[in-house]
C-alpha cells in the first residue's frame, strides 16, 4: 500500500529560526513530489521536484529530494509569521491522475 | 481571473438527503479531482477526471458519484449522505501535459450531515 509520511506533524519556531520539514513515501512508479502551503484556506502550490540532488528554490524556500532513500525535505529560512501555516507534500505514481498527500506538518512561528 | 469555483462554500444537511457540490474551472484544464479534507489525515481523494467522460477512483470513493460531461465542470454528488462525510471537500484541477503539473485548489466547501 502506498504511503506519504510527513515528519514533524507540527512544531513551534521563533521569527528567524530555519525549519525543515520532512516527507518520505512509499510508493509504486514514482512521478513526482509536490509541495503545499495551507493557511486555513486553499492549499497553495510551492514546489514540484522530479529528479535527485537538485534544489528547487524561492525566496526563503527551498527543497530537496532523494529518490533513493524516497524523501524530500523543504527548508524555510530566516522565518516570518507568515510562514504560519500547514505544509503538505502529495506524490504523483502511478497514473498521473492519483495524487496521494501526507498528513501534513502545521508550522506556528511566534514573533 | 483563472479559478476554481465550488458551490455550496457551507451546507448543512441530513442524513440520506441527496446533495451535490458543484466545481467548475475556467482554465480549461483536462484533469479535475475531488479531495476531502479531516484533521490529523491530510487531504485524501475521492474521485478524478482525466478528460471528459473519464473518471476513475481516488482513495476514499465510496458514498460519492461524480460526473464529467463538459470540460469545465465536475460536480460531486452524494446520493445518500451520512454523518462520516462531514468534512472540508475541496476541488481541483490541472493541465497534465503544461509546466509544472500543478493543481489548482478551489476555497472548500464545508459540509455537515446531522
Known amino acids: 500500500e502506498d504511503k506519504v509520511v510527513q515528519s514533524p506533524l507540527s512544531l513551534v519556531v521563533h521569527e528567524g529560526d530555519t525549519v525543515t520539514l520532512n516527507c518520505s513515501y512509499e510508493v509504486t512508479n514514482f512521478r513526482s513530489l509536490l509541495w503545499y502551503k495551507q493557511e486555513k484556506k486553499a492549499p497553495t502550490f510551492l514546489f514540484m521536484l522530479?529528479?535527485?540532488?537538485i534544489e528547487k528554490k524561492s525566496g526563503r524556500l527551498s527543497s530537496i529530494l532523494d529518490k533513493k532513500e524516497l524523501f524530500s525535505i523543504l527548508n524555510i529560512t530566516a522565518t516570518q509569521t507568515g510562514d504560519s501555516a500547514v505544509y503538505l507534500c502529495?506524490?504523483?505514481?502511478?497514473?498521473?491522475?492519483?495524487?496521494?498527500f501526507g498528513a501534513g506538518t502545521q508550522v506556528v512561528v511566534t514573533p | 481571473e483563472a479559478q476554481v469555483t465550488q458551490n455550496p462554500r457551507y451546507l448543512i444537511t441530513v442524513t440520506g438527503k441527496k446533495l451535490t457540490v458543484t466545481c467548475s474551472q475556467n482554465m480549461n484544464h483536462e484533469y479535475m479531482s475531488w479531495y476531502r479534507q479531516d484533521p490529523g489525515l491530510g487531504l485524501r481523494q475521492i474521485y478524478y477526471s482525466m478528460n471528459v467522460e473519464v473518471t476513475d477512483k481516488g482513495d476514499v470513493p465510496e458514498g460519492y458519484k461524480v460526473s464529467r460531461k463538459e470540460k469545465r465542470n465536475f460536480p460531486l454528488i452524494l446520493e445518500s449522505p451520512s454523518p462520516n462525510q462531514t468534512s472540508l471537500y475541496f476541488c481541483?484541477?490541472?493541465?497534465?501535459?503544461?509546466?509544472?503539473?500543478?493543481?489548482?485548489f478551489g476555497e472548500g466547501s464545508r459540509l455537515t450531515v446531522l
Open positions: 502529495a506524490v504523483r505514481s502511478d497514473s498521473w491522475g492519483k495524487l496521494q
Open positions: 481541483a484541477s490541472s493541465s497534465p501535459g503544461k509546466g509544472s503539473g500543478e493543481l489548482f
Open positions: 522530479t529528479s535527485s540532488g
